[in-house]
């Protein structure tokens, strides 16, 4: 094992045969610097059309609820099945007049809205529901029509600095420098060096991006180099990668449940893991140069009477690794049993 597993990207060489972007033809999305961004672009949009109850699920991040917060919104939390897939009936139940309300779908660790769910969200849209479809960790999955509206935060599944991709409205946007050039430096170093030194100008660099990109929400154009970097990834051999480690990684870890098996068509982005004391497993997993993250600390913002789970623990599992690799960590995970 001669790399570290980890989530931060460093910059890549790109094929030179142009694929089709699978989630959807660039030409019918907004291309925003964040997620973040999107979400607000989208909630300034539904809220000048009358939207003022958000349904969001019980369990994401702080960057998914930040967006909304300079306007008004009464938010109230659905609950999400123990495989982070969406709760239907509790979203049923929580919508009262459907003309002001939006609902937050995100297609969680790669998994696909089910059949009957995409019904049940075409018939609350027919209603009168607006629905915000969060494909950021689906990206890879193949073409489908938003029910509505959907976004994708590009850089959480794909080696770019910035960008998210919107559907199902039209703007026009004006680029920024932002935060996204500087994540773009700081991938660019962890492509270049391997001495301690410059490794830390990535982190340091990183760190700074991230910070930027949670306070920086006024929609603005994604970078010119993750516009070139999308016309020329290598999709298929990543999409075939992403499929292949998540079931060699499934079938060999045999100490913790796994929350995300393979699934079908669908393309996962990481393997989801539940423990007891993910936090302790996640510091001995960097002991041994696997950096797994934690999706995610509690949101600040999120009522006290929300029970939020504190049991999972994502495995990366993308286009960098191979099956050795996996093995490699399946090892490592089994050798941390509880
Ligand atoms: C599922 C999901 N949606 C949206 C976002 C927001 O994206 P960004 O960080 O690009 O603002 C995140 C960020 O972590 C996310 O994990």
Same mark, same amino acid.
């Given at each position: 094992m001669s790399r570290r597993i980890g989530s931060v990207f460093a910059t890549e060489a790109m094929s030179s045969s142009v694929e089709k972007y699978?989630?959807? @033809? !660039?030409?019918h999305a907004i291309a925003t610097q964040s997620g973040g961004q999107a979400l607000r672009l989208m909630s300034r949009r539904l809220w000048s059309s009358g939207s003022r109850r958000l349904l969001a699920p019980e369990?994401?991040?702080e960057s998914m609820l930040v967006p909304f917060g300079e306007l008004d919104w009464e938010v109230a939390f659905y609950h999400l099945s123990?495989?982070? @897939?969406?709760d239907v009936s509790s979203i049923d139940s929580l919508v !009262? /007049?459907?003309?002001?309300t939006v609902v937050l779908a995100p297609e969680y660790f790669g998994s696909r809205l089910n059949p009957l769910t995409h019904a049940a969200l075409c018939h609350l849209r027919r209603n009168g529901c607006r629905i915000i479809e969060d494909w950021t960790h689906s990206v890879l999955a193949n073409e489908r029509e938003p029910i509505d509206l959907a976004f994708a935060s590009l850089r959480k599944t794909l080696p770019v600095g910035d960008g998210s991709l919107v559907w199902g409205m039209h703007a026009q946007l004006e680029p920024t420098s932002g935060p996204g050039l500087l994540m773009w430096e700081a991938m660019d170093l962890l492509a270049l060096g391997c001495d301690p030194a410059t490794l830390d100008a990535a982190r340091v660099a990183a760190r700074a991006a991230e910070d930027a990109f949670f306070v920086e929400l006024e929609p603005a154009r994604m970078s010119d180099r993750t516009e070139f970097a999308l016309a020329v990834m290598p999709w298929a051999f990543m999409i075939g990668a992403r499929r292949k480690n998540a079931r060699v990684l499934a079938d060999e870890i045999s100490s913790f449940p796994v929350?995300?098996? /393979?699934?079908?068509?669908d393309v996962p982005s990481h393997l989801v893991i539940q423990a007891s004391d993910p936090v302790t497993l996640q510091r001995r997993l960097a002991e041994r140069g696997i950096f797994c993250p934690i999706?995610?600390? !509690?949101?600040?913002?999120?009522?006290?009477?929300i029970e939020f789970r504190k049991d999972l623990l994502s495995i990366p599992i993308d286009h960098r690794y191979n099956a050795d690799d996996m093995r490699f960590v399946a090892n490592a995970v089994n050798a941390c049993h509880e």
């Open positions: 699978p989630a959807a @033809t !660039r030409s369990y994401l991040c123990p495989r982070l @897939t969406l !009262r /007049e459907p003309e002001v929350v995300n098996g /393979e699934n079908g068509p999706h995610w600390p !509690r949101p600040p913002q999120l009522p006290v009477h």
